[in-house]
């Protein structure tokens, strides 16, 4: 490390101690940091293939406008991959490798 850079860091960890012993900041029980705030629910459903595919499938196709073909090709991969992203379009990449590189013999993407 550069001089700068352990400057940087002792000015940092400095600042880190006046605020704890200011009290504005609470450490945690056991030290160090405080825990993080929760990050609310995965972008995606994990779904159960046997009693969920449909009504995911329903909500992510709810606004093609083909979705007779988007519901099979759906159906499809939600029994497979056992994942739907959320919301009517994009977000694939959030159900994992499965979803997002199953391609039809065109090379195109089969999960809607």
């Known amino acids: ?38 990050l609310g629910p995965p972008p995606h459903q994990i779904v159960d293939p046997a009693k969920d595919c449909g009504g995911a499938c329903d909500v992510r196709c709810g606004a093609h406008s083909r979705k007779n073909r988007c519901a099979r090709a759906c159906l499809k991969c939600c029994s497979v991959c056992r994942c739907v992203p959320a919301g009517t379009a994009g977000n694939q990449e959030t159900c994992g490798k499965c979803y997002t590189n199953w391609t039809t013999h065109g090379n195109r993407t089969k999960c809607p």
Request: glycine share 10%; aromatic share 6%; net charge positive.
């Open 1 to 38: 490390m550069a001089l700068p850079d352990k400057l940087a860091v002792v000015i940092f960890l400095v600042a880190s101690l006046l605020l704890l012993s200011n009290g504005s900041i609470k450490a945690a029980p056991g030290g160090g940091y405080p825990p993080a705030p929760p």
